[in-house]
């Protein structure tokens, strides 16, 4: 019996604890604000299960709570494009600004439904009491987040664009670097070719009465070859005229020369086939001494009338003949 009665007061004392559980969970956000407080209009698409009195927090710290909710009216619906007004109060010591977004959220064991409001930018313009704040359930900014990402994907081409053109940019300022850097190059050799010349100014400055002094032995030595030249020239020209009558001289000769071989050709031709002759009679009477040569110490006899000479041959015919021949070549 005993052990009974320890069960039924614990079940009686878990019951109890559940209930004010549940009870810190329900109302711990419903609590009011003290103090004056100001009103601002929050339009919705959806507030899920939002209810009056929920919690409206700034920042993550409850600044108050929600006070009414009514769905709008087709035309304030055609006109805001959005189906929910929630009325809400927060501290009058909260400033919202213009950029200011709300949204609705969830907090607690159970799911409670609470408004969120962001503070929005330390610039941004403060909005009075009874001022709208334009207001995003989870789902629309899933959809902003959704096509935001569309948004970027359609922006990365434009984006490696962009960069490509920096790409060049960049190329394009490496190149006027360089350039740059080249004019350098070229302004230091212009300044070092100033400098050289700078530089042989000085020494022919330096150097100038020994520059004068070559100049003047040099014209001075081209005045004296002018003069022997010109001493020289009525020889050289008389040199030359001498040439040119030894030229035409041997060109006469050479004429000459060629008429009288071209007038003695026959003469020649007959001169040359009678020392032919003369050559083969000499050749006859060598070799007639070689077989008589008592013949020598003889003298030919007297030819008779009408009867031509006797054939031999004999030193003193062969003379005779040979000089016969030598007068008709003439």
């Known amino acids: 019996m005993e052990y009974f009665k ?31 407080t100001h009103e601002f209009k929050i339009l919705f698409s959806s507030v899920g299960n939002l209810k009056e009195d929920s919690p409206v927090t700034y920042s993550g710290f409850k600044v108050g709570q929600v006070i009414q909710i009514r769905p709008l009216s087709p035309e304030e619906r055609r006109k805001y494009a959005r189906d929910v007004e929630v009325l809400i109060s927060v501290s009058k010591d909260i400033v919202i600004h213009k950029d200011s977004v709300a949204q609705v959220l969830s907090m607690g064991f159970l799911g409670e439904k609470y408004v969120e409001v962001s503070p929005g930018g330390i610039d941004a313009e403060a909005i009075p009491p009874g001022s709208t704040i334009s207001g995003f359930t989870p789902k629309e900014l899933t959809e902003v987040i959704q096509h935001f990402a569309e948004e970027l994907d359609q922006m990365i081409p434009k984006i490696k664009d962009t960069l490509e053109k920096v790409h060049s940019s960049v190329d394009r300022v490496n190149d006027i670097v360089q350039e740059i850097a080249n004019e350098r190059k070229i302004q230091a050799l212009l300044e070092g070719a100033q400098e050289a010349t700078r530089r042989i100014n000085e020494i022919l400055e330096e150097n100038r009465k020994e520059i004068k002094a070559t100049m003047e032995n040099a014209a001075n030595l081209s005045g004296e070859l002018k003069d022997q030249l010109h001493i020289a020239y009525p020889k050289i020209q008389n040199a030359l005229d001498q040439m040119n009558k030894a030229v035409e001289n041997l060109d006469g000769v050479l004429a000459d020369a060629r008429s009288l071989v071209k007038t003695n050709t026959p003469g020649i031709d007959r001169i040359i086939k009678n020392l032919e ?12 001494l070689k077989e008589e040569p008592w013949r020598l110490l003889s003298k030919p006899r007297p030819a008779p009338v009408n009867q031509g000479p006797k054939r031999g041959f004999s030193l003193y015919s062969a003379k005779k003949s040979s000089e016969s021949g030598s007068k008709e070549g003439k």
């Open 277 to 288: 002759e003369a050559s083969e009679h000499a050749k006859a009477f060598l070799k007639t």
């Open 6 to 36: 320890s069960g039924i007061k614990v079940a009686i004392l878990f019951l109890v604890s559940c209930a004010l559980l549940a009870y810190f969970f329900i109302h711990a956000g419903q609590v009011r604000v003290a103090g004056e």
